[in-house]
């Protein structure tokens, strides 16, 4: 192994080893040490794992698009026993599965399944707080402008304005929020 010097400078000490670029260090492995890392980081990492089997699969890709609307739902729960309505978790299950999603219309429709269940939360439960509120408008104008830019059908149409008549006795300017995205991406 080559002996590594150390430079310094104002404090700040770096070693000569050459930079290896992930590209570079990828190029230099075998095929079957490509094999080799690539189990691995599935092992390692579940997000690894569930890329591969969307990318491999379209029926892995619906089924975790199920999953991920699962604690979505579990965090926006509606019925007798309410979720904790952890926005974090839901965000993180959308940004997750947009992660691994090869499929235009699935990343909508998670974007959307996010809106309607903190709709159907609130809905439950009463007037929630400002922050949950501008994080389902935030969420609700990423989906339209997705789908304006990918042409994704007008199949959501009919369910934003769902939301936007389902929201009219809430607080917080949210209704009033829904309603202007409506009109600017489905109403052209």
Avoid at 139 to 168: C, G, Q, W, Y
Wanted: aromatic share 10%; charged share 25%; net charge positive.
């Amino acid at each position: 192994m080559k002996d590594l010097k150390m430079h310094c400078h104002n404090n700040v000490c770096r070693n000569n080893m050459p930079n290896i670029t992930l590209n570079n260090y990828i190029k230099s492995l075998s095929l079957e040490n490509k094999d080799v890392e690539i189990r691995k980081l599935s092992n390692l990492f579940p997000e690894v794992k569930e890329y591969y089997q969307a990318k491999l699969s379209g029926v892995g890709e619906t089924t975790l698009l199920e999953k991920y609307i699962r604690v979505i739902n579990k965090e926006f729960r509606s019925d007798d026993h309410p979720g904790r309505a952890r926005l974090s978790i839901a965000r993180k299950a959308v940004n997750d599965f947009i992660k691994i999603c090869t499929n235009d219309m699935n990343q909508a429709e998670i974007m959307i399944q996010y809106v309607e269940a903190g709709i159907r939360f609130t809905n439950a439960y009463g007037d929630i707080d400002e922050p949950f509120y501008n994080s389902m408008t935030a969420m609700l104008n990423k989906a339209l402008k997705f789908i304006s830019l990918k042409k994704v059908p007008d199949i959501f149409k009919d369910r934003v304005a769902k939301m936007v008549s389902s929201t009219e006795h809430i607080g917080w300017g949210f209704h009033d929020e829904i309603s202007e995205l409506y009109l600017q991406h489905f109403q052209k």
